[in-house]
């Protein structure tokens, strides 16, 4: 078992263990669909489950009357667990989404400024996808992104797995054989499931906070109630 196995390699293993020939030379036709199997069971089993060395972190700093920022490039939005901001040396959480309300406290339009931040959302702004802070920081925060990041793509053979290769070829190899209706599909799909559950044994996936559900209401994070009054600048 192991990672950063090559697609190539990946590959190979797959036809050996559908009892292909693993000569390059022989069934090249049927390669880019063994290739995509592998592409999508990785990414199945990466969605199904979180996996510790894929967690990660990225902070951005937003500079005074800054409202919107360009998105993380690593970390995978769509799986964030939490998000912080830093504000007197200490990190509090934000909740998710911006509603019409909280700009009749503080006016993002008319760059009404108030720290902490307290709010964040992913919009389009002019045809790109950034996140936008409320209320409007009166000084500059660092703001942090907690969650899993995304998948290196497997498109070249020189691209490596971050998940387990056998784990990713034993789960392609158990669609194909019972897609044929091979008898030792069953036995096949036994050995994945059987791969996936000494993985989680042995410390992986685990958890690390619950996914932040876009557009689902956050509770309510540690600032307390609005009436903070810091920096105020209109």
Same mark, same amino acid.
């Not at 685990?206 to 600032?223: A, H, L, T, V, Y």
């Given at each position: 078992?192991?990672?950063?196995?090559?697609?190539?390699?990946?590959? +190979?293993?797959?036809?050996? /263990?559908?009892? @292909?020939?693993?000569?390059?030379?022989?069934?090249? *036709?049927?390669?880019? %669909? &063994?290739?995509?199997?592998?592409?999508?069971?990785?990414?199945?089993?990466?969605?199904?489950?979180?996996?510790?060395?894929?967690?990660?972190?990225?902070?951005?700093?937003?500079?005074?009357?800054?409202?919107?920022?360009?998105?993380?490039?690593?970390?995978?939005?769509?799986?964030?667990?939490?998000?912080?901001?830093?504000?007197?040396?200490?990190?509090?959480?934000?909740?998710?989404?911006?509603?019409?309300?909280?700009?009749?406290?503080? +006016?993002?339009?008319?760059? /009404?400024?108030? @720290?902490?931040?307290?709010?964040?959302?992913?919009? *389009?702004?002019?045809? %790109? &996808?950034?996140?936008?802070?409320?209320?409007?920081?009166?000084?500059?925060?660092?703001?942090?992104?907690?969650?899993?990041?995304?998948?290196?793509?497997?498109?070249?053979?020189?691209?490596?797995?971050?998940?387990?290769?056998?784990?990713?070829?034993?789960?392609?190899?158990?669609?194909?054989?019972?897609?044929?209706?091979?008898?030792?599909?069953?036995?096949?799909?036994?050995?994945?499931?059987?791969?996936?559950?000494?993985?989680?044994?042995?410390?992986?996936?685990?958890?690390?906070?619950?996914?932040?559900?876009?557009?689902?209401?956050?509770?309510?994070?540690?600032?307390?109630?609005?009436?903070?009054?810091?920096?105020?600048?209109?």
């Amino acid at each position: 078992m192991a990672r950063g196995t090559t697609l190539g390699e990946m590959v +190979d293993m797959l036809r050996a /263990e559908i009892g @292909d020939s693993t000569n390059p030379a022989l069934g090249t *036709d049927f390669v880019p %669909a &063994l290739k995509q199997k592998l592409r999508r069971w990785q990414e199945s089993l990466n969605l199904d489950n979180n996996w510790p060395h894929m967690f990660s972190r990225s902070d951005k700093v937003i500079e005074a009357g800054q409202r919107y920022a360009d998105i993380p490039t690593g970390i995978d939005m769509e799986r964030l667990t939490k998000a912080q901001v830093q504000w007197n040396d200490s990190w509090f959480d934000l909740e998710h989404g911006i509603r019409g309300e909280d700009f009749g406290v503080y +006016d993002s339009d008319l760059d /009404e400024r108030m @720290d902490p931040i307290q709010r964040w959302q992913i919009l *389009d702004v002019e045809g %790109a &996808l950034q996140f936008e802070v409320w209320p409007v920081p009166a000084t500059e925060a660092t703001v942090r992104f907690e969650g899993y990041r995304r998948l290196n793509p497997l498109i070249a053979d020189t691209d490596t797995a971050d998940l387990d290769d056998n784990l990713i070829v034993l789960f392609a190899a158990a669609e194909i054989l019972t897609r044929k209706g091979a008898k030792d599909a069953e036995a096949m799909q036994n050995a994945a499931n059987a791969t996936l559950a000494a993985l989680k044994r042995r410390g992986g996936p685990g958890q690390k906070g619950q996914p932040i559900i876009m557009g689902q209401q956050q509770p309510r994070n540690s600032f307390g109630p609005r009436e903070i009054r810091v920096a105020y600048v209109r």
